[in-house]
């Protein structure tokens, strides 16, 4: 593709000459003539000049000597582009359900939807179109894809949800009666859990985005467009927001309500509801501010212990020569 | 079922007319005419006037003016059997070893047992009567399970240890020589993973539930009764006794025994043995009450550093003004 | 095998009668005769002289009465040792690829490779000579394993890297070019996740051991002779040199570097470089020996506001005598 064309297409500035033909994106470290590269972190400025890249998506503001360059407002945005258009998504070896995969008759897959080798699909399951059930996912009974969804390898949607009731002794099963539904341009990553609610639906929001090895309990709901970095555990009944962001190997308690667009940082465990906009850190979880003074303090803890140990002293000397009655 | 005669059946005294035929459980919120819901936590006991649920379960001393409804002592469980009467549990597509499951031939498979496509048994594994193996799950050669265990999808029993003898620089692959033994009644969420023991056999006791995600430790003892919640790492050697209680994301180090009863709260790091009876929490571990306490302040260190600051300023001054000799 | 013949074979120096017949290794206590037990932890010292062992492995300095011993530098490496040579590795059910295996045809496995039924093989993924491919396994197109590698059930590797450009409210999936390639000798536990890299390849070094339950984000750099336990999550881009010891349930923040023989204690959060050689433990992470001592005053927080607490009525007191000018 020229150069030109593939500025038109991503919606870049073109500054320079147009004519070379790109064919491959690569990082400003490792590309060579023929791919481009882009600047998204002010911190690689310096590579920009030295890239042998054909050229650079960059932001309209950077300042930079090399041509030519694709300015763009959002230059990663640009490389997801161009990316998209010079390399596509991966080509699949096979289209449609595969022979060893298993579908049970009930249920229902979309047109243009690909199963793969090793998939379990439960009765009454409904799966949309165009959608990407990668190999050994299982997806239990009666659950509910909508369109465009991708579930990565290994992972298990609509399990029964973690309910007993504990009597005299014994913990019995609860029929696990609810099912799991994924909206629309939803993507899970491998090895994921995602339990179906007790009564009520599990729902996954659309076009929301998960990471592997997340866990989420019965009946929780995610709302459209949020972005699950992985390892999260999500206890019962707890429900995430709108564009809500939550980083790495976070924990949510039950039965909590986190708000549209709230930010919860690595590691973070949440214990009570968050509000909308917030952004969270710590265990316990705490606002983001008052967390980073809080583990400031932390990390030196020795020193306000000796601090305190100061003081104590100083305390026993100003006492005990205020025991001698001044001269 | 009339309604008498599902009082009968949960063992609930009926109070009101019991002639309604019922045919679902509900919440009380979403329940309509022809379902039974239940109260459990008296959070909810406003919605029991509201809902058009035909009769509502609850404990014998909450007062309501709705008729009728049945009581019983523990109405979670209530809801449980008639969940069961009602419901029933998963009707399974297919009966016995699925073609598409893999068998070895000198595994031994007990009558009633279900193996779901994709589910692998190794050689000499045994597998009891009335057991339902989810897809994809994997169980290693001549691991044990007893009757009526359940193991959902993805979920691997017997993996090798994490065993290594490290010597000039190389880590030497111990053989795993032990095997994991599963008691009756357990159940096994969905993607964990229970290592087989070096040498000795990793239990897992009769009657223990444990959630996705959780990963055993080779040599792993776990009593009867347990509940484990998703996401537990229990590292190699360490024994829980019955009815321990383990919330989620939990880390439990080696060589530890945590007593009968206990209770281990949520994202706790288990450094030391935990006593019977005894609840912990924090990281690492505390007696509850003291975590408590120490959560509290916590979060609030910097108050507690202004304070600090604040007496060091006064004793700066009170110094001062001491050495300043009295008129 | 005699156990005179088994101490050449696994380099001790047999002191007493090596005539006996030895078959199996087991530990102190549970040895009966016809079985070598082995002595590395000191805590079991007094068993050397219960135990019904034939023979006992032990450092050339442990005094004992019993006889016969087998004297070795490494005892453990020798209990490894005997271990390979009585019993040996598993004994696989069937050689190369199972019929319920899924490989694609532009893959390339070597010889004497095992790959177990339900394992998926994607398309241009090469492996090597005599690796072992469990069950359930997926290993996404175009990943690479030289010679030797385990991967345990249900592991996926080359999934695609968790990356989207953000974009007037839709997150856009990039497409992940890059791939994984694991080096010779490395082991990878039960249900790990490791994505492949956007551009860039995720290499997991030679002789690495990881446990199971691990997420390895895109573009991660694991160097050789590693050790990580289970439950790990590296974000996107990390670097963990050689022969780094990670403990479990740790999490690693994107785009750092983690030196050579850094030890990573269990659950601890690395939000920054790690040098090479250095320990580091907590949440974030600290030098080992700082964290042992904010850990220490973290569990006493209680006394510590106490004592601030003290001091400051004593300062009010002296304070307000203070205010009393002296007679």
Aim: with cysteine; glycine share 12%; aromatic share 4%.
């Amino acid at each position: 593709m020229r150069l030109d064309e593939l500025a038109r297409e991503i919606g870049a500035e073109l500054d320079g000459d147009g004519s070379a033909e790109v064919n491959a994106v690569a990082t400003l470290e490792d590309a060579r003539p023929g791919q481009v590269a882009f600047l998204a972190n002010p911190k690689y400025l310096k590579q920009v000049e030295t890239t042998q890249a054909s050229a650079v998506i960059l932001a309209p503001t950077v300042r930079v000597e090399r041509r030519p360059v694709l300015r763009m407002k959002d230059p990663y945005y640009g490389f997801c582009r161009a990316a998209v258009l010079l390399h596509g998504h991966r080509k699949h070896p096979h289209a449609g359900v595969h022979p060893k995969a298993h579908v049970e008759s009930s249920a229902n897959i979309g047109g243009n939807t690909i199963v793969y080798p090793g998939a379990y699909i439960g009765a009454n399951v409904a799966i949309g179109r165009d959608c990407i059930i990668y190999p050994n996912v299982a997806i239990y009974d009666s659950c509910t894809l909508e369109d465009r969804v991708i579930v990565h390898a290994g992972t298990v949607i609509g399990v029964d949800g973690f309910g007993y009731a504990t009597h005299e002794g014994v913990h019995h099963k609860i029929p696990q009666l609810g099912k799991v539904h994924i909206e629309s341009d939803v993507e899970i990553g491998a090895n994921c859990t995602i339990a179906r609610g007790t009564l009520e639906t599990t729902r996954i929001g659309a076009g929301t985005k998960m990471d592997a090895l997340c866990m989420i309990g019965h009946g929780g709901q995610i709302g459209e467009g949020c972005v699950i970095v992985a390892q999260l555990g999500m206890a019962g009944s707890s429900e995430l927001g709108k564009y809500v962001t939550v980083a790495g190997q976070v924990a949510i308690s039950g039965h909590l309500k986190i708000g549209d667009q709230a930010t919860i940082g690595g590691r973070t465990a949440v214990m009570f509801d968050v509000e909308p906009g917030a952004a969270v850190i710590g265990t316990p979880a705490m606002p983001a501010q008052q967390a980073r003074r809080v583990y400031a303090i932390f990390t030196k803890l020795p020193e306000l212990q000796d601090r305190v140990k100061t003081l104590e002293e100083q305390i026993k000397e100003l006492s005990e020569s205020g025991d001698t009655p001044p001269a």
